[in-house]
């Protein structure tokens, strides 16, 4: 199937940079209200479906080994999809690992019944190390 969309430049919006903030800061708060209660992430080789089981798995993911800081390259708007990609310092709790900077794009096809919403999310770091 063919299908053609037209995207837009421009800066990213709130709801994407408090869902960052969120994962940054280690809140874990309403900056995950922009993920519909249904939606899917696939993140690597995670396939974790629902806002809560995302917010966790995130959670669980971050907390356990490193301070994360998510910085903007470019942000383009396709109407129901949008496209992120940037880079994300990853700094390790442990002091003897050395902090990395790997890039990452990610898709955000959003919710056709509550366009607000991201419905499904898919995207890639890394590598983080060779």
Known sequence: MSETRTFTKTTPPAWLLAFWKEI?????????????????????????????AIRENLRAF?????TAHHDVAEYWDGGLLKVFRGFVTMKPNDPGQRTV?????????????DPAKVAQWF???GPVAF
């Open 24 to 52: 940054d800061d280690k809140t874990w708060g309403k900056g995950f209200d922009c993920l519909a209660e249904d939606a899917v992430a696939h993140l690597g080789v995670s396939d974790w479906h629902g806002r809560e």
């Open 62 to 66: 971050v907390d356990k080994g490193f």
């Open 101 to 113: 900077k790997p890039a990452m794009t990610h898709f955000f096809y959003m919710d056709n019944k």
């Open 123 to 125: 995207g890639s770091v």
